[in-house]
Nanobody, 115 residues
Framework: QVQLVESGGGLVQAGGSLRLSCAAS????????MGWYRQAPGKQRELVAN???????NYADSAKGRFTISRDNAKNTVYLQMNSLKLEDTAVYYC?????????WGQGTQVTVSS
């Protein structure tokens, strides 16, 4: 059974940091592009960052310079280090694992940035 389980969300003050983790079960992880998406209230889900199976990364403009995505294939885990958090980063953050034949989503973890 495939599962993506996010953790690490919470409440943080503006300017602070959080590290999200997404642990994957199943054999798909190492061959997948893993990504973090977010959805704020009343807005569409948007890509934050993704990382290919070979380690290449891609960031939304809003994340560049502040967020870092990484993966540990030995642990089947993808991370999102978020620094200098802003109020507008408040959202539910979702982990995604995508390949040629699959597209898996986690249940999401809430990140709330307060002033």
């Amino acid at each position: 059974q495939v599962q993506l389980v996010e953790s690490g969300g919470g409440l943080v003050q503006a300017g602070g940091s959080l590290r999200l983790s997404c642990a994957a079960s199943g054999s798909f992880f190492s061959s997948s592009t893993m990504g973090w998406y977010r959805q704020a209230p009343g807005k569409q889900r948007e890509l934050v960052a993704n990382i290919g199976s070979g380690g290449s990364t891609n960031y939304a403009d809003s994340a560049k310079g502040r967020f870092t995505i990484s993966r540990d294939n030995a642990k089947n885990t993808v991370y999102l280090q978020m620094n200098s958090l802003k109020l507008e980063d408040t959202a539910v953050y979702y982990c995604n694992g995508r390949g040629r034949w699959h597209d898996f989503w986690g249940q999401g973890t809430q990140v709330t940035v307060s002033s």
